[in-house]
């Protein structure tokens, strides 16, 4: 395994994603009471603002609507015009029947 290299815009999402609801990195330490412990809806409101709003957050990272797990949508998972709207590789399997390309 090699852990010298760049983390992916996934992973870092992940991270913001996990710390967002409290999972705070190894490497920082933030005072008990100023952990941040949002819902997963919520943390990832927070993401999707930054990503559309600062770019700040690759916007390339999605969440899916089904399963709620983030993806990479640059290499996987499908885009809906209706709900869920975003589907993950996972779960896009399902959706095939409704090819709208
Ligand atoms: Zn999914």
């Not at 969440?63 to 709620?68: E, S, V």
Request: charged share 30%.
């Amino acid at each position: 395994m090699a852990d010298k290299r760049e983390p992916t815009e996934l992973e870092r999402v992940e991270k913001l994603f996990a710390f967002l609801q409290g999972n705070v990195p190894k490497d920082c330490v933030i005072p008990v009471e100023e952990v941040p412990n949002l819902t997963p809806d919520q943390a990832w409101t927070v993401i999707w603002y930054l990503g559309n709003q600062y770019w700040q957050v690759s916007d390339d990272i999605g969440r899916c609507g089904k399963c709620g797990e983030l993806y990479d949508t640059a290499i996987e998972g499908t885009h809906l015009e209706e709900p869920p709207y975003h589907l993950c590789g996972n779960c896009d399997g399902d959706y095939y029947e409704d090819d709208d390309e």
